[in-house]
T-cell receptor, first 115, second 112 residues
Framework: AQKITQTQPGMFVQEKEAVTLDCTYD???????LFWYKQPSSGEMIFLIY??????QNATEGRYSLNFQKARKSANLVISASQLGDSAMYFC????????????FGTGTRLLVSP | DADVTQTPRNRITKTGKRIMLECSQT?????MYWYRQDPGLGLRLIYY???????NKGEISDGYSVSRQAQAKFSLSLESAIPNQTALYFC???????????FGPGTRLTVL
């Protein structure tokens, strides 16, 4: 069975600073994908970034990067130059690469960005 | 216009009532999903579907049923709602081996 663990219930960061949100995973699959989603207070789920288990390079999308350490089974999200609009819940998720994205989610980390 | 829509957005109902949550998408995606979000538990998969003839149970399907009326429509039913089904429900879509799953805005359901 797949499992995602996010150990930080809440994180605080000042505007313009970088922040790392932790995610560890457990799976016996060789081929899988790791995802990060953002959920603002309005409730919608916003896709941020994806990392495939066979991708050799860490994924980056603008200010978001995924620090993928396969041997440690970790997939931490790094947000550079935090903005006030980054305040939200952040969920790490994973799925087997079967063609269906049956996402398994972590419990989330609430990020608060202060001025 | 939103690509993935859910109706209703909010619903309050009583124990024992039958409830249907509807999801429609204009993205042309073949795969559709229903998730449930409870505070402190993240999202959990209820059902997923490849097309109108393919329906699969997810992690927490007990107490729920689904119908894929067309490629663009995927409905979730609670035949006899109970209070612990109070949650935020999300519909989502994806296609092929795409790495992104697109979520609807969510339906907040309260069962009294």
């Amino acid at each position: 069975a797949q499992k995602i663990t996010q150990t930080q219930p809440g994180m605080f960061v000042q505007e313009k600073e970088a922040v790392t949100l932790d995610c560890t995973y457990d799976t016996s699959d060789q081929s899988y994908g790791l995802f990060w989603y953002k959920q603002p207070s309005s409730g919608e789920m916003i896709f941020l970034i994806y990392q495939g288990s066979y991708d050799e390079q860490n994924a980056t999308e603008g200010r978001y990067s995924l620090n993928f350490q396969k041997a440690r089974k970790s997939a931490n999200l790094v947000i550079s130059a935090s903005q006030l609009g980054d305040s939200a819940m952040y969920f790490c998720a994973m799925a087997q690469n079967t063609g269906f994205q049956k996402l398994v989610f972590g419990t989330g980390t609430r990020l608060l960005v202060s001025p | 216009d939103a690509d993935v829509t859910q109706t209703p957005r909010n619903r309050i109902t009583k124990t024992g009532k039958r409830i249907m949550l509807e999801c429609s998408q204009t993205k042309g995606h073949d795969r559709m999903y229903w998730y449930r979000q409870d505070p402190g538990l993240g999202l959990r998969l209820i059902y997923y579907s490849f097309d109108v003839k393919d329906i699969n149970k997810g992690e927490i399907s007990d107490g729920y049923s689904v119908s894929r009326q067309a490629q663009a429509k995927f409905s979730l039913s609670l035949e006899s709602a109970i209070p612990n089904q109070t949650a935020l429900y999300f519909c989502a879509t994806s296609w092929g081996r795409s790495n992104e799953q697109f979520f609807g805005p969510g339906t907040r359901l309260t069962v009294l």
